[in-house]
T-cell receptor, first 112, second 114 residues
Framework: GESVGLHLPTLSVQEGDNSIINCAYS??????FIWYKQESGKGPQFIID?????DKRQGQRVTVLLNKTVKHLSLQIAATQPGDSAVYFC???????????FGSGTRLSIRP | DVKVTQSSRYLVKRTGEKVFLECVQD?????MFWYRQDPGLGLRLIYF???????EKGDIPEGYSVSREKKERFSLILESASTNQTSMYLC?????????????FGPGTRLTVT
């Protein structure tokens, strides 16, 4: 497999439980946030996004929460499945659409 | 579905060689990006392009150059490869405008420089 993620924080979750992946961002001027999922051997894949004028957004089995006061972002995955095993990245956008800064990622592993 | 393809999945080159990494997207996106991904560092932007023949430096452009002669193709060039350029290289594309800044990524090229 890939060596990416050897030094990543890891979250281990029982199959069927909810997962919460956290991310702290650095720039109070960030106006848009994205969560990506990266499975082994693949490029990152978009999951969900949220703008800074919102504090919650829901997708299919996923919810993103944004707390601008403490500059914190979280991704909640309901009823975690084996296919959710991956590295999850948060990313923040500052102004220009091309200036997207990625976090270092969290590896989610699922216990059967 | 948007498809972003990269010319090689794995590449091994020697120090000092000139290396070309190719990326092609099939959705007529204006914007294309090159990132490198290293353990614990996330994705770092090397260069991006917002139009044919246009390019902008990202956060770590040193040792790299790019070429965008056609809209669908964005090439990353390592003029003289060095061992500290051993990494995973990811290409992405995105359309201009719209409600989302979603980028579509290729599968990556794992480059080893010996």
């Amino acid at each position: 497999g890939e060596s990416v993620g050897l030094h990543l924080p890891t979250l281990s979750v029982q199959e069927g439980d909810n997962s919460i992946i956290n991310c702290a961002y650095s720039n109070s001027a960030s106006d848009y946030f994205i969560w990506y999922k990266q499975e082994s051997g693949k490029g990152p894949q978009f999951i969900i996004d949220i703008r800074s004028n919102m504090d919650k957004r829901q997708g299919q089995r996923v919810t993103v929460l944004l707390n601008k006061t403490v500059k914190h972002l979280s991704l909640q995955i309901a009823a975690t499945q084996p296919g959710d095993s991956a590295v999850y990245f948060c990313a923040e956008n500052i102004g220009s659409a091309s200036k997207i800064i990625f976090g270092s990622g969290t590896r989610l592993s699922i216990r059967p | 579905d948007v498809k972003v393809t990269q010319s090689s999945r794995y590449l091994v080159k020697r120090t000092g060689e000139k290396v070309f990494l190719e990326c092609v997207q099939d959705m007529d996106h204006e914007n294309m990006f090159w990132y490198r991904q290293d353990p614990g560092l996330g994705l770092r932007l090397i260069y991006f392009s917002y139009d044919v023949k246009m390019k902008e430096k990202g956060d770590i452009p040193e040792g790299y150059s790019v070429s965008r002669e056609k809209k669908e193709r964005f090439s990353l060039i390592l003029e003289s490869a060095s061992t500290n350029q051993t990494s995973m290289y990811l290409c992405a594309s995105r359309s201009t405008g719209g409600p989302s800044y979603e980028q579509y990524f290729g599968p990556g090229t794992r480059l080893t420089v010996t």
